[in-house]
């Protein structure tokens, strides 16, 4: 069983309490080890930057702070023999544990790497339709 070293808890930091808990489980029944990235935590010039260099499409991105005072979106990556990586495949695992996770915490999430229109395989959001 993983858990998440320091500096994924620091990045976690700001982050919606039911994100956090679903990732918490999820980094529990994960396969793969892996952690929160620090473009977790954008601040609005960070997130122009983004955008600027296509990693984003838009400026509305829940990465910022939302009205709640939260971030209601993180960036995950995979720890592959102690390194980072953002490996398709294994972060198709980890987003199956994150949505086991998710159903069992009751939980509306939307995953980057399902969406059609951006890939966006690190990215794991709370869903907007329930958390405005």
């Known amino acids: 069983m993983f858990q998440f ?7 976690l930091n700001e982050c919606h ?9 999820a980094i529990q029944k994960s396969k793969i080890d892996f ?10 010039e960070e ?3 983004f955008v600027r260099t296509g990693k984003s499409k838009t400026m509305d991105s829940l990465h910022l702070i939302q009205k709640d ?7 995950i990556f995979a720890f592959i023999d102690g390194k980072v990586s953002y490996d398709a495949g294994k ?21 980057g790497m399902l969406w059609d229109t951006f890939m966006d395989m690190p990215h794991i959001e709370l869903d907007r339709a329930y958390y405005k």
């Open 47 to 49: 997130q122009e930057e």
């Open 17 to 25: 309490p039911d994100l956090i808990k679903v990732l918490s489980l």
């Open 91 to 111: 972060l198709r695992l980890i987003g199956q544990a994150i949505v086991t996770a998710a159903i069992e915490c009751g939980v509306k999430i939307r995953l």
């Open 5 to 11: 070293g320091a500096a994924s808890i620091e990045n």
């Open 69 to 75: 005072g939260y971030r209601h979106a993180a960036d």
């Open 35 to 44: 952690g929160v990235a620090k473009s977790t935590k954008r601040t609005k």
